[in-house]
């Protein structure tokens, strides 16, 4: 099981995924930053919106493979 809630990551990213919230939630701090300095122009409001529905339909497996520190190498 995950450390990070697959469904706390999806909403991060769909309401404020503009901002990197679910990327610094995820701890991927260097992309939550990139997302902070280019929120202006909308793009990652539209990525984190995308990102935060892949989210919601994979798999807890799949979520916890991809994001959680303990699987990760």
Known sequence: MSTKSKLTAALLGILLGGFGAHKFYLGRRRK????LLFCWTYIPSILGFIEGVVYLFSSPEDFSMKYDKKYRA
Do not use: H, L, Q, S
């Open 32 to 35: 939550g930053i990139v997302y």
